[in-house]
Structures are given as C-alpha cells and as structure tokens.
C-alpha cells in the first residue's frame, strides 16, 4: 500500500523520530491537522528504537530529524538504505545547512524540511509527494527487473536452437561427401525448423514489448465476432486435419457484435484456438462456444486435450510460462502467446480466463465489450 491517493479512506503509517518531545508533539499534532490524508503516527525518541519499530511494522513513510540525541539522522538514514529499507525518508530539522542538505540528497532522504516554517498543509503535501514518487519509482523499478527477466529467458531460449543449428551445420561442413544426400535434407530440414521457431521467438518477443510498451494503438470499431470465428475455424480446419480433430462452433444464428480491434482479437482467437489443436489429442474434439452477455461478448474455447495442472494454472498468462515444451505432436511451443494475449484482451477492456483440470482438457474463455444498444 502507497499513498493517500490509491484509497482515500486509508491510514499512512508514519514513523516520526526525533528526540525532542515537544517537536515530536507538534508534528504530530500537525499530522493530526491533514485535512487530504489520515496518518497514524509512532513516535521513536532515537535510532535504536526506530530501528525497533521498522522491524515491527512497514511505514509508508519516515519523518526523521537530524540530531536524534546523540546520534545523527543522517547516520541512520544510511544504517536503513544499508539494510535495504527503502521508506521515503523526510528529513526534519531547526535550521538548513547546505553540506547536510547535499549528503541528505544523496543518501536518498526524499525532501528536507525546516521545522519552524512547517504548517499542515506544506508537511502533508510533501509526505503526499515523496509517497508519490517512491511509488513511480517502485513501478519503474518492477517494470525494468520484469524486462531484465524476459531478456534472459529470451537469451535461454534462443541457444538451443542455435545450438542446434551450429552443431549441424559443423557437421554438414566436415562430413559432406561423407553423408548420403537424404541425410543431409534431413538435417537441413531441421536446421530450418531451429530457425522458424527462433523467428516465431523473436517476433512474439518484439509483439509483446510493443504492446506492453504501449506504442500498440487498437482500431477498435464494431465487429462480428461470430463471422470472424467461422473464418478462422475453416482455416484452422486444415491445421487441424493431421490430427484429426473436430472443431465445432456454437453460436445462435446471428452476428455478434463487439467493440474489437478485428485483427488483433483474430490473433487472439487464432491463438487459442492454435493451443487447443497443439495440446489436443488425435481424433478430439474443439468446440468454440458463442455468447452475449449484457455488455459483452464471450468465447469460449474448450478442448478434450492434456490439460493443466492447478499449479501451472495460476501463472500460464505470464511470459515464458510452460508445462512442457511440446505439444502431443511435439509442436514447439514459446511460452510468449498466452502473454500476448492476455494483455490484448485487458486492451480492450475485457477479461480472460481458464477452466482446467489434467487429463480433462481446458476452456480458455474471452470476454469483451459488446456494442451498446443491442
Ligand atoms: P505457446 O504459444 O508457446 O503455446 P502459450 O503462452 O500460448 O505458449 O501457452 C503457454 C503454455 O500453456 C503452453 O506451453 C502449455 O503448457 C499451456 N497451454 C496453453 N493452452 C493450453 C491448452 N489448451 N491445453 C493445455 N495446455 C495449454
């Protein structure tokens, strides 16, 4: 929890620490004046006793003097950033000195304050401020670790198939006149499938970080989800056929009609649909249901294929989730699509979730706008 602003009705806890009671009173009091935000204040008289609490309880936020008896503010500011304490710290003091001003700066102390020119509205509006701040940054910070991740997996995913590629092509350089040519289609053959997937990868890779950068605009207009179903399933059809699986639409015999972005909710479905026909079983079944809602259109898409264990379930809309790297043609698998997906959907508003259970197949279903006035 961060800041006022996220729920108003919320408390900020404070940690107030300075050694003079009568200061200690009057900030306080001030707190207690905030007409914004609620604060519920603890008051520590020095360093080891704010040290104390901060192991106790999380604070949104510390108020700190600078001389806290005979220990220095500024010195447990660093003693907290060296414990990995990240607070926003508001240092509190009599009188402004630059050097202590610039070393406060520079341990990390959000603002500095002048306690003899302090009023409510100016003490509540700089905690309000540094709250704010600590938040962007936390996000900016989750945001970076999150790409830093993808970026390694990424890396992860891509040796093997270069691996593959590097072995056979060292093997085909040393030993051609020695491999009869069907062998060597063979390999060649499989050399192109490392580079198709690595490409899949790539292009998955360079999809989600547009849309999660934001530079993916939706041209939303109205359109007919069913018509758009059935044009995929005959396209799928053919997919479909080397395993023998039915797809089956049910949908009343009416257009849909929903808010979309006609292309990307087509890659949407295209991808759903692909995933049951990968982890499908020969001779199942796809069965694509149709619904309208109030104010919304649902597909659902429901397989009789391998299912999803409980577990895997709670993060197969992250980047790289996967149960195993095949489907039960061995068709490969990225891991990225469900990611896509997922934040295609959340674009536009609407939600996605899956029904699942091992062994008894998955209903992935889709909810988005419908068109008002139906
Ligand atoms: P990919 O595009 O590589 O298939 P996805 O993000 O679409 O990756 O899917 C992630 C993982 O979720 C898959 O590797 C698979 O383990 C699981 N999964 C997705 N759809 C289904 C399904 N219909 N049935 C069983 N498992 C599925």
């Known amino acids: 929890m961060t800041g006022g602003h996220e729920d108003p009705a919320a408390e900020v806890r404070v940690l107030l620490v300075d ?10 009091a001030l707190l207690q004046e905030a007409e914004r935000t609620r604060y519920a204040v603890r008051w520590a008289a020095d360093a080891d006793e704010a040290l104390r609490a901060i192991e106790e309880t999380t604070f949104e936020v510390i108020l700190l003097d600078l001389r ?8 447990l500011l660093d003693r907290l950033r060296a414990r990995g304490v990240t607070t926003p710290v508001v240092m509190m003091t009599s009188a402004t000195d630059p050097s202590l001003d610039d070393r406060a700066m520079r341990a990390g102390a959000s603002d500095w304050l002048v306690k003899g020119k302090l009023d409510a509205w100016v003490l509540d509006r700089t905690i309000r401020y540094a709250l704010e701040h600590h938040r962007q940054r936390a996000q900016l910070a989750a945001v970076v670790r999150r790409q ?11 040796r093997s198939p270069l691996g593959v590629v590097h072995a056979y092509a060292t093997f085909l350089r040393d030993r051609l006149e020695r491999i009869p040519v069907v062998e060597q289609r063979e390999l060649i053959e499989r050399m192109g ?10 292009d998955d890779l360079l ?7 934001g530079t993916v605009s939706l041209a939303v207009e109205e359109t007919d989800v069913r018509a758009l179903v059935l044009r995929l399933v005959e396209h799928d ?24 972005d006609p292309r990307r909710f087509q890659q949407v ?7 049951a026909t990968k982890y499908s079983h020969p001779g199942g079944e796809i069965r694509i249901e149709l619904g309208e809602l109030d104010a919304s259109v649902r597909v659902s898409v429901r ?4 299912g999803i264990a409980p577990d895997f379930l709670e993060r197969i809309f992250a980047p790289f989730a996967r149960e195993r790297r095949e489907g039960t043609h061995g068709e490969r698998s990225t891991g990225l699509g469900l990611a896509i997906v997922r934040r295609i959907v959340d674009a536009h508003g609407g939600r996605i979730w899956v029904e699942s259970a091992p062994g008894e197949g998955s209903t992935f279903h889709v909810e988005v706008p419908g068109v008002d006035g139906r």
Do not use: W, Y
Request: glycine residues 6%; without cysteine.
């Open 148 to 158: 830093n991740e993808i970026l390694g997996m990424a890396a992860h995913d891509l």
């Open 193 to 202: 499938e490392s580079v198709r997937f690595m490409v899949t990868l790539i």
């Open 68 to 75: 806290i008896g005979p220990d220095s503010g500024l010195d």
């Open 269 to 275: 479905l295209q991808n759903l649909l692909g995933n």
């Open 207 to 213: 999809d989600l970080s547009s849309i999660e950068s």
């Open 237 to 260: 059809r053919l997919l479909a056929r080397p395993k023998e699986i039915a797809i089956v639409v049910e949908a009343a015999d009416r257009p849909h009609l929903a808010r979309v």
């Open 303 to 306: 397989d009789q294929g391998t």
């Open 19 to 28: 050694d003079d009671d009568e200061d200690a009173m009057l900030a306080r």
